[in-house]
């Protein structure tokens, strides 16, 4: 019973450098969400897909991009880390209006 | 920008008294109404959600919609150190279903 499964849990990466936060979710979703949490605030979506091939940007999508090329992935790229990109990224999955989200364990990015 | 908000707390109660945690909106269309709990280092689980306006109950929990007013609560009842944690109210956008989170109210159950 997986759910939503984010990899990795940790990752350190030097400024200038990229990454991929990877997404996986086994529910048969068409929704899914990226949201970065910084300290003692709420969540910030970045990215949301309504179904393959569909994405649009959420509140804070400088820095990043997606793709959703399946209906299970949704992975995010970070190009250039900057220092200020150092949060706690959250992937969440639902079904259509009215349903809870349901979210990954998180992935804790430092950029030095 | 549509908007979510919370008192961000902390809000100290001693074990076994109600906590009364409040949430306020500002997208008058929205219909789905959820509540989030999320431990230290940990992703956000689901408490309960509402979509009525009126109460509604489970367990040591109750949700409390008012839509003229736009206001969301949470109580909880008989309050445990275990419920010690930071709560988010979410409320699902009314034209793109995306979620968007108030800052959270940080709850302390004092035993």
């Known amino acids: 019973n997986a759910g939503v499964t984010q990899t990795p849990k940790f990752r350190i990466l030097k400024i200038g450098q990229s990454m991929t936060l990877q997404c996986a979710q086994d529910?048969?979703?068409?929704?899914m969400y990226w949201y970065r949490q910084d300290p003692g605030m709420g969540l910030k979506l970045i990215y949301y897909s309504v179904g393959a091939g569909i994405t649009d940007k959420g509140e804070v999508p400088n820095g990043y991009n997606v793709s959703r090329s399946t209906t299970e992935d949704f992975p995010l790229r970070l190009e250039l880390a900057a220092p200020s990109q150092t949060s706690v990224y959250f992937c969440?999955?639902?079904?259509?209006?009215?349903?809870?989200?349901?979210f990954g364990q998180g992935t804790r990015l430092t950029v030095v | 920008q549509k908007e979510v908000e919370q008192n961000s707390g902390p809000l100290s109660v001693p074990e076994g008294a109600i906590a009364s945690l409040n949430c306020t909106y500002s997208?008058?269309?929205?219909?789905?109404f959820f509540w989030y709990r999320q431990y230290s280092g940990k992703s956000p689980e689901l408490i309960m959600f509402?979509?009525?306006?009126g109460d509604k109950e489970d367990g040591r929990f109750t949700a409390q919609l008012n839509k003229a007013s736009q206001y969301v609560s949470l109580l909880i009842r008989d309050s445990q150190p275990s419920d010690s944690a930071t709560y988010l109210c979410a409320v699902q956008d009314s034209g793109t279903y995306k979620y968007i989170f108030g800052t959270g109210t940080r709850l302390k159950v004092l035993a």
């Open positions: 969440a999955s639902s079904k259509p209006q009215g349903s809870e989200a349901f």
């Open positions: 529910m048969n979703h068409n929704y």
């Open positions: 509402i979509y009525s306006n």
């Open positions: 997208d008058r269309g929205s219909q789905s």
